[in-house]
């Protein structure tokens, strides 16, 4: 796969959880919302780190780290059961 085409993917995937939460379909510390911030801003830092864009890389790599440490303390937090 090229590397517009898997920019495209990353983008997508993290603008699709800005749409979702802005249209409060989800909100910002659910785990769709982290997934879709965590996989698609990884994708782009990556490929900035190989393309030495290192401003992208920068954003992109703390927008990616930012979102995974979320994700990992909202799956880490004890979920109450709803009552019956």
């Given at each position: 796969m090229?590397?517009d085409?898997?920019?495209?993917?990353g983008?997508?995937?993290?603008?699709?959880?800005?749409?979702a939460?802005?249209l409060?379909w989800?909100?910002?510390r659910?785990?769709g919302?982290?997934t879709?911030?965590t996989i698609g801003a990884?994708?782009?830092?990556?490929?900035?780190?190989?393309?030495r864009d290192?401003?992208f890389l920068?954003l992109?790599?703390?927008?990616?780290?930012?979102?995974a440490?979320?994700?990992?303390?909202?799956?880490r937090t004890?979920r109450?059961p709803?009552?019956a």
């Open positions: 090229n590397h085409v898997l920019q495209i993917i983008a997508l995937t993290v603008l699709a959880g800005y749409v939460t802005q409060r989800t909100t910002p659910s785990i919302y982290l879709a911030n990884g994708v782009l830092a990556w490929l900035a780190w190989t393309s290192w401003g920068l992109e790599g703390v927008w990616s780290a930012v979102s440490a979320s994700l990992i303390a909202v799956l004890p109450t709803d009552p």
